[in-house]
């Protein structure tokens, strides 16, 4: 069964940095691309990035490139996504996924 | 980049009704399209996978089709469990904004 499970999720000020990780079980982690999309209170899904199964290509959503990173441990079974230079508008549940198979979520809050 | 476009935003129906979603891509994405189910406080929930086919542990009153840039989700004969919102999703990035389903 594929399970997907993040932690790191906090509250934190603007400009602030958070790492969120994604740990990963029930599948070969490292044939899958890895994707992490967010839900702003009240709002709708977006994609935030993914990453492909060797680490050497990266995506991102435009409001986030040059201050999150996505990254990868194959040996460990899991994703990363790196978030520097935090805004209010990136309050949100952050979701790990991989195709069509989600984990359960994480809360980021960014606030002063 | 990919713009999903899907409506109705809102649908008003009845226990019994068959209802249709539509998602409108902005390019070709062949049958790479999933649909999911999300209720309040919850993670989505995938219903169809690559245009067509139906999820592990989904009733089959729910059915998806299409491929190139038009897609529906269909509910045949919707139950209360289904008034949820609902999303349509290019593998596996941009989404398109959400259908909220509610009771009439």
């Known amino acids: 069964e594929v399970q997907l499970v993040e932690s790191g999720g906090d509250l934190v000020q603007p400009g602030g940095s958070l790492r969120l990780s994604c740990a990963a079980s029930?599948?070969?982690?490292?044939?899958?691309?890895m994707s992490w999309v967010r839900q702003a209170p009240g709002k709708g899904l977006e994609w935030v990035a993914n990453?492909?199964?060797?680490?050497?290509?990266?995506s991102y959503l435009d409001s986030v490139r040059g201050r999150f990173t996505i990254s990868r441990d194959n040996a460990e079974n899991s994703v990363y996504l790196q978030m520097n230079s935090l805004r209010v508008e990136d309050t949100a549940m952050y979701y790990c996924?991989?195709?069509?198979?989600w984990g359960q979520g994480i809360m980021v809050t960014v606030s002063s | 980049d990919i713009q999903m476009t899907q409506s109705p935003s809102t649908l008003s129906a009845s226990v019994g009704d068959r209802v249709t979603i539509t998602c409108r891509a902005s390019?070709?994405?062949?049958?790479?399209l999933a649909w999911y189910q999300q209720k309040p406080g919850k993670a989505p929930k995938v219903l169809i996978y690559?245009?067509?086919n139906l999820g592990t542990g989904v009733p089959s009153r729910f059915s998806g089709s299409g491929s190139g840039t038009e897609f529906t989700l269909t509910i045949s004969s919707l139950q209360p469990d289904d008034f949820a919102t609902y999303y349509c999703?290019?593998?596996?990035?941009?989404f398109g904004q959400g259908t909220k389903l509610e009771i009439k």
């Open positions: 690559e245009a067509s």
């Open positions: 990453i492909n199964q060797d680490g050497s290509e990266k």
């Open positions: 999703q290019e593998y596996s990035r941009f």
């Open positions: 029930g599948f070969t982690f490292g044939s899958f691309w």
């Open positions: 996924a991989r195709d069509v198979f």
């Open positions: 390019q070709s994405i062949s049958n790479w």
